[in-house]
């Protein structure tokens, strides 16, 4: 890659950014070629090749700058730094929104790369999600203190249960299309008083 692309104005380095987010999210990996890319970005051919050598060299870009901009903004906004689970979740809906209005092909590109299976990126990108699994949270790496919830509740399966309802969540807004960042804003508000009305113990 070439560093010079660095060196570009915010300005143009996010619209060659998100233009790949957008077509390698509408298209496999085959199917997207640099010249679509390079005209959604509005710059020639040639100098999209300029700052990375080819197509695999951008995609891999893009789907590392997705781990780098979410960790960005999840350490910006304070994410599981509170004694409070639901205010840790409610940090982390801003974050994403944030990242969303920033990058809204995003989250569109990342499952299309998490399923690809073009043999020339397939195995750096499992490989990469692998080695960022240490990322992913738990009931236990919260530290949930059990006083604060029902007595008696599985606090793993309470996790997972709310992990799985956000996937699923997302999974069927991108499959419509892009998220929009409002929306997906209150829906997860009115997800999180449901999961606190739920789970939180009740006072007296």
């Known amino acids: ?98 990242i969303m209005r920033q990058y809204p092909d995003m989250g569109n590109f990342v499952i299309k790369a998490y399923y690809e299976k073009d043999p020339e990126v397939c195995g750096e990108i499992q490989k990469s999600i692998a080695e960022r699994g240490v990322f992913k949270k738990n009931a236990a790496q919260l530290r949930l203190d059990p006083e604060q919830f029902v007595p008696g509740l599985d606090l793993q399966m309470m996790y997972q249960d709310m992990y799985w309802a956000s996937e699923g969540y997302l999974w069927e807004k991108f499959q419509r299309g892009t998220v929009d960042a409002d929306e997906m804003e209150q829906d997860f508000m009115k997800l999180l008083e449901f999961w606190k009305k739920l789970y939180l113990r009740k006072e007296g």
């Open 1 to 98: 890659m070439n560093e010079k692309f660095f060196t570009l104005p915010e300005e143009k380095r996010q619209a060659i950014i998100n233009a790949g987010y957008r077509v390698f999210s509408q298209n496999s990996y085959k199917k997207s070629p640099m010249s679509e890319i390079a005209g959604v970005a509005g710059i020639s051919k040639s100098l999209l090749f300029h700052y990375f050598q080819n197509k695999k060299e951008l995609y891999l870009f893009l789907w590392n700058n997705c781990a780098d901009v979410t960790m960005q903004y999840l350490n910006e906004w304070g994410c599981y730094e509170q004694n409070d689970m639901f205010e840790n979740m409610y940090r982390g809906l801003k974050a994403k929104a944030c």
